[in-house]
Structure formats: C-alpha cells, structure tokens
C-alpha cells in the first residue's frame, strides 16, 4: 500500500486538488514531511534504517492524534545527505545543495496550496544542519510560513535507562539504539547473527573535542569502523524498541499538537514601536540571536 506505517486518512496524497482547495483552517493545518537516508548500517541491518525510523514513528503519531487536529504526512523523502558512508556499498547520498533544492522546491509547493505549517521531521543524524538552513530560508522568504526543522531523537526518551554510558556515548549508528527500533519496526529485516560491537578508537583523549558534541571534529565513517557499526548492536532487543518507540510516539502526538496551536511570536518591533527615538537603538537587545 502506498501509504506505509501512515493512516491512510492522514496520508497527504491519497487527497484530492479540491479536498486541498476547499480545506478549512489551512494556515493551521500541519503538513509532516519524514525525511530519512537511505545509507549502510551494518552487517545485520537494512540500509533503509533511518527512512524507516521516520516513517513509522510519523504514522504511528498520526494514528493516535486527536481526529479533530488537522495533520498530514507527505510522503518519505529516501534519500537524504549521507557522504560520510559512501564508501560502504549501497549508501545513495544526496549533496547538501541537491538536498537543500528538493526540500525547498517541495515547501514552497505546500505554500502555494495555502498551507502555512510545515514540520520536518527527520531520523537521519547527518543532516539536521542542511534542514535548518532550510527552514531559516524559507521562513525569511515568507514570513508567514512556519517551518520546524526537527530531528526525531530529540524528543524525550528512556535511553538513559536502556543504555549503558559507553553507548549513549558512542553508539551513535547502528548500535543498540536503532537495531532495538528495527526489531520493533521491521523485525524480519533484521540478521541478529550477523550483528556486532564495533565503537571507535584512537579518539583524541582529554580534549575538549569528540564526534558528536558542542566541539566536533569532521569524520567519515570507514575511518571510525571496520564494520560500519558505531555502538554495540548484540545487545538489542525488541523490548527496548517498543519501548522507545511508545516513548517517541507519545513525544510526537505532542509535538504535532504544539505546532497545530503554534503562533508566530510578533516583533519585537510591532509591540514596542522599533527603534527606541531617544537612541536609534532597537529596544530589548537580549533578544538578539548571535
């Protein structure tokens, strides 16, 4: 079916031109659009990981939203930015450029229909910075056009609880955190025998800078893992998914709430009449975003 893990009732092409045209309330109806990789993950897991990560975790939220909020899922976009595992067979990478035109060129088709709210809602951990450009863009080019760039691991979740420090560390890709969502998500496409412990080595020791911190250094993935494993995959279960993916789900109907209610917040200009006359100062300067 063409509408995958979404409802087909929420699933924003099996509408028709005049459904969209006579929609009420569009400014506030919420257009999601998953946006995953399609990229290597190991030995034992698929390499639609994170496009599958996305697209569930969208349906399963659509499905348990209340039925009187307006919201629809677009259909996945694939292929994502993925160059540092382009040396493992079977990653299919966009550029950021190509990447940045597709996601631009789709948001501004979604205006014109009249829509004014649009969620990304991305799984794949390297690209959130081409998908807030994107929305920055956007949002200055019509500033009446609401856009979140969200990553789906930022929503709260149990890692804490399910995941040793090593790997909450470490396990950044196709460790214990992604294969437990695929034995929930996909089960039959998971090769548990095939799975490994692989985490890097050589990292730069009592330095302020690390592979995924506030300081980061720029790394490809066939120069931190043999196997293209970062994390410890043997240890997953599909308990641990389900329960990270009830935590992801309940996350992201609240998301979806948040952004159907959401308001632009006026300037800072319109409330308080712009520049101060006595300074030529524009009031308020702890506002100002360096």
């Known amino acids: 079916m063409m509408h995958n893990f979404i409802p087909p009732e929420r699933f924003f092409p099996y509408l028709t031109w005049q459904d969209i045209e006579t929609m009420p309330n569009k400014e506030n109806v919420v257009i999601i659009q998953p946006v995953g990789s399609i990229e290597q993950h190991g030995f034992h897991l698929p390499i639609i990981v994170d496009s599958a990560i996305a697209t569930f975790i969208t349906g399963k939220a659509l499905a348990k939203l209340d039925s009187n909020i307006p919201a629809y899922a677009l259909p996945t976009q694939y292929y994502g930015k993925s160059n540092e595992h382009w040396h493992f067979p079977g990653t299919i990478t966009l550029t950021a450029q190509t990447l940045m035109a597709v996601l631009t060129e789709m948001a501004e088709s979604i205006y014109r229909s009249g829509f004014r709210k649009l969620v990304f809602l991305n799984a794949h951990g390297g690209q959130p910075q081409v998908i807030e450009i994107v929305a920055r863009d956007l949002h200055q080019k019509y500033e009446d056009f609401l856009l979140f760039p969200l990553f789906a691991w930022r929503i709260p979740h149990p890692s804490k609880e399910l995941f040793t420090p090593k790997e909450m560390e470490l396990g950044i890709h196709a ?93 800072i200009a319109e409330e308080s009449g712009g520049l101060s006359q006595e300074s030529g100062e524009r009031k308020d300067l702890n506002s100002i975003n360096f």
């Open 175 to 267: 460790g214990d955190g992604e294969t437990s969502m695929m034995l929930s998500i996909l089960p039959d496409m998971v090769k548990m025998d095939k799975a490994v412990t692989e985490y890097p080595q050589d990292l730069p020791e009592d330095s302020m800078l690390s592979m995924e911190g506030q300081l980061p250094f720029a790394w490809l993935t066939q120069e931190l893992s043999c196997s293209g494993v970062l994390g410890d995959a043997k240890v997953a279960t599909k308990e641990k998914g389900d329960r990270l993916i009830e935590a992801f789900t309940d996350g992201w109907v609240q998301v979806i709430q948040d952004v159907y209610k959401f308001r632009q917040p006026k300037q």
